[in-house]
């Protein structure tokens, strides 16, 4: 009885159904990819920020302790010259100073 030739209705719908869903499913893994792809933007963005955070912290400390070297070596020279004109020497700063400004 009938031989062959024709078709079936059931591959067909099972062609259907699973071959939505696999194109579903392939959407999503290649939507994936994109979200890993920002996913991994957005972590160098943040590597940079905080390298850039780090950066700048280190300056301010930097600068922090040049500040302080400063006012410890200013503190320094006004006590020698406080003791030097104690003595009755002028102090080497003044001397200096006086030689800069030609008097």
Known sequence: MGG?????????????IFGAASGLSGGAHQAEPAAASRTDD???????AAEARRKAD????????????????????AGSDAV???LGVPSVAAAQLKA???Q
């Open 58 to 77: 280190r300056q301010k400390a930097e600068a922090a302790l040049l500040a302080k070297a400063r006012q410890s070596d200013r503190a320094e020279q």
């Open 100 to 102: 800069r400004l030609g």
């Open 84 to 86: 030097a004109e104690t």
């Open 42 to 48: 957005d972590a160098a963005a943040e590597e940079q």
């Open 4 to 16: 062959g030739g024709g078709f079936s209705p059931i591959s067909i719908i099972s062609d259907i």
